[in-house]
C-alpha cells in the first residue's frame, strides 16, 4: 500500500539529508532497515501511538536550535568508580573517554564493527528492532538502524568490577545526533550500564538488549538537564530463562522526550523491570511508550512510571503487556502516575492488558492527582514551610520509581539530583 502523501514527502526529505554507512558485516541489516523506513514512512499524528506527541520535529530534514545548557553541577554519576565512553554530539570522543578495556566484558565501536566482515554483533544489530516492529510499528527505530554510524558494541562475559558509563555531551546549538548500541550478556554474567547527558540539540537512540539464560543486566538512564533538547530513544530488550533486566529512566527538563521500550520475556522464569521517574516544568512534554510481551512460562514484569508535571508541562504514558497463549503463571504489574502541582498541566495515559493465558495475575493503573492535602498539612503544622513540605511529598510520590534501582548508592545519587532540581524551582 502506497504511504500518504504528507508522510512519503517527509520521509523522503529525511533521508535526502542523510547518508547510509556502507560495507563491513551491518551492511545487510543496515539496507533491512532503511527499507522498513521506506514502507512505514515516518510517524505523523496520525499514527495511532503518536496521537499523544507531536513528532515533527524528530523528523524534520534539520535539527532545531538548542541552547547549551551552563552550570556548575556536577556530572550525573561524576562520584561513581566507573568506566567512561564519552560521545559529543554523538561522536566517540577517545580523549575524554577511558581505554575501552575491563575484565568480564568486551567493548568494541560501532563504527570500527563496520569494517569487519564476522563480528557477534551481527546476531543482535537490527534484528531485535526489527522484532519490535510488530505489531506497533516504530520508524525512527528503523531510522537509526539504517544510518547511525557510531555506538558501542558490548559483550558481557564475566561480571565486570565496576559500571560502564555511557556519557553524552551536548556542545552545538544544533547538532543531530543518532547512535545505535548493542548489548549481549552470556550466562550467569551480570553488568551495569549508566547513561547520562543531554547527547545533542536533537538525539535519536537505539539500545538493543540480548540478555542470555542466567544473565543479569541493570540499566540506569539520566537524560540532561539542557532545556530546549529533543530525544527519541529506543530500548529492545529480549530475555532468556531465569535472567534479570531492570531499568530505570530519570528525565528533568527537555522541550520533547519520547522513550520507547520493546521487552521480549523469551525464557522460563525470566524477570523484566521498567521504570521511569520525571519532573517538568513549563514547555515540557514528556512521552514513555511501553510494550512487554510474555512468551514463557512463570515470568515477572513490573512497569512504574511517576511523572511530576507543573507550569503547562504535559506527560504520556502507553503502556502494554501481551500475554501470550502457554505464558502460564505470569506476574505483571504496571502503574503509571503523574502529581500535578497546579492546574495548568496535564498527564495522558493509554495503559493496556492482552492476555491469552487463563493462569495469570496482571494488573494495571493509572491516576492523576495534586499534592495530598492532609498531609501537607500535617507537615506545615509540624513546622515545615510550605514549600519545603511540597517538596518532601513530591520525593514520596517518586520513590517508588526510584526504590526499582538496585544500586543503593546510585539511587541515593538520583535523589541527590531530584531533591537539587526542586530547590531550585521553589
Do not use: M
Given at each position: 500500500m502506497a504511504l500518504p502523501e504528507l508522510k512519503q514527502s517527509a520521509t523522503e526529505a529525511r533521508l535526502a539529508t542523510m547518508e547510509l554507512p556502507t560495507g563491513g558485516c551491518l551492511k545487510a541489516a543496515r539496507q533491512a532497515a532503511l527499507s522498513r523506513v521506506q514502507t512505514m514512512g515516518l510517524p505523523t499524528r496520525r499514527d495511532e501511538y503518536w496521537k499523544y506527541t507531536r513528532p515533527e520535529t524528530l523528523v524534520s530534514a534539520e535539527a532545531n536550535t538548542a541552547a547549551v545548557f551552563d552550570h556548575d553541577e556536577a556530572p550525573m554519576f561524576d562520584g561513581q568508580d566507573r568506566l567512561k565512553i564519552v560521545f559529543v554530539d554523538g561522536v566517540f570522543d577517545a580523549e575524554a573517554s577511558d581505554e575501552l578495556a575491563l575484565e568480564g566484558v568486551q567493548i568494541?565501536?560501532?563504527?570500527?564493527?563496520?569494517?569487519?566482515?564476522?563480528?557477534?554483533?551481527?546476531?543482535?544489530?537490527?534484528?531485535?528492532?526489527?522484532?519490535?516492529?510488530?505489531?506497533?510499528?516504530?520508524?525512527?527505530?528503523?531510522?537509526?538502524?539504517?544510518?547511525?554510524?557510531?555506538?558501542?558494541?558490548?559483550?558481557?562475559?564475566?561480571?565486570?568490577?565496576?559500571?560502564?558509563?555511557?556519557?553524552?555531551?551536548?556542545?552545538?546549538?544544533?547538532?543531530?545526533?543518532?547512535?545505535?548500541?548493542?548489548?549481549?550478556?552470556?550466562?550467569?554474567?551480570?553488568?551495569?550500564?549508566?547513561?547520562?547527558?543531554?547527547?545533542?540539540?536533537?538525539?535519536?537512540?537505539?539500545?538493543?538488549?540480548?540478555?542470555?539464560?542466567?544473565?543479569?543486566?541493570?540499566?540506569?538512564?539520566?537524560?540532561?538537564?539542557?532545556?530546549?533538547?529533543?530525544?527519541?530513544?529506543?530500548?529492545?530488550?529480549?530475555?532468556?530463562?531465569?535472567?534479570?533486566?531492570?531499568?530505570?529512566?530519570?528525565?528533568?527538563?527537555?522541550?520533547?522526550?519520547?522513550?520507547?521500550?520493546?521487552?521480549?520475556?523469551?525464557?522460563?522464569?525470566?524477570?523484566?523491570?521498567?521504570?521511569?521517574?520525571?519532573?517538568?516544568?513549563?514547555?515540557?512534554?514528556?512521552?514513555?511508550?511501553?510494550?512487554?510481551?510474555?512468551?514463557?512460562?512463570?515470568?515477572?514484569?513490573?512497569?512504574?512510571?511517576?511523572?511530576?508535571?507543573?507550569?503547562?508541562?504535559?506527560?504520556?504514558?502507553?503502556?502494554?503487556?501481551?500475554?501470550?497463549?502457554?505464558?502460564?503463571k505470569t506476574d505483571g504489574y504496571q502503574i503509571s502516575q503523574s502529581l500535578m502541582l497546579d492546574e495548568d498541566s496535564q498527564f495522558l495515559a493509554k495503559p493496556e492488558l492482552e492476555i491469552y493465558a487463563d493462569d495469570v495475575a496482571c494488573s494495571h493503573g493509572s491516576t492523576s492527582g495534586a499534592i495530598d492535602e492532609n498531609a501537607l498539612f500535617y507537615l506545615r503544622a509540624r513546622g515545615v514551610p510550605k514549600e519545603l513540605a511540597t517538596d518532601l511529598l513530591t520525593l514520596s510520590f517518586l520513590a517508588e520509581a526510584v526504590e526499582e534501582i538496585e544500586s543503593a548508592e546510585i539511587a541515593e545519587d538520583i535523589n541527590a539530583r531530584l531533591e537539587g532540581w526542586l530547590a531550585r524551582r521553589r
Open positions: 568494541d565501536r560501532i563504527e570500527d564493527i563496520c569494517c569487519k566482515d564476522i563480528h557477534w554483533a551481527k546476531d543482535v544489530y537490527g534484528v531485535l528492532e526489527a522484532r519490535g516492529q510488530s505489531p506497533v510499528e516504530r520508524p525512527l527505530a528503523a531510522l537509526n538502524t539504517a544510518f547511525a554510524a557510531d555506538g558501542v558494541a558490548i559483550h558481557v562475559t564475566g561480571t565486570p568490577s565496576k559500571p560502564i558509563n555511557l556519557i553524552y555531551i551536548h556542545a552545538e546549538e544544533q547538532s543531530d545526533a543518532i547512535l545505535h548500541h548493542v548489548i549481549r550478556v552470556e550466562p550467569g554474567a551480570e553488568a551495569t550500564i549508566l547513561e547520562n547527558g543531554p547527547a545533542a540539540s536533537r538525539f535519536n537512540k537505539c539500545v538493543e538488549i540480548d540478555v542470555a539464560d542466567t544473565g543479569k543486566l541493570h540499566l540506569v538512564r539520566a537524560q540532561g538537564r539542557d532545556h530546549e533538547r529533543r530525544a527519541a530513544t529506543h530500548l529492545f530488550a529480549r530475555l532468556g530463562a531465569e535472567s534479570v533486566f531492570k531499568s530505570f529512566t530519570l528525565t528533568v527538563n527537555g522541550v520533547l522526550t519520547r522513550n520507547e521500550a520493546v521487552i521480549e520475556l523469551t525464557g522460563d522464569d525470566a524477570i523484566a523491570h521498567i521504570a521511569g521517574a520525571c519532573v517538568g516544568d513549563g514547555e515540557f512534554h514528556h512521552d514513555d511508550t511501553v510494550f512487554i510481551t510474555h512468551d514463557a512460562v512463570n515470568c515477572e514484569s513490573r512497569q512504574v512510571f511517576k511523572k511530576v508535571l507543573r507550569n503547562g508541562a504535559t506527560g504520556v504514558f502507553q503502556g502494554k503487556i501481551l500475554v501470550k497463549d502457554g505464558a502460564q
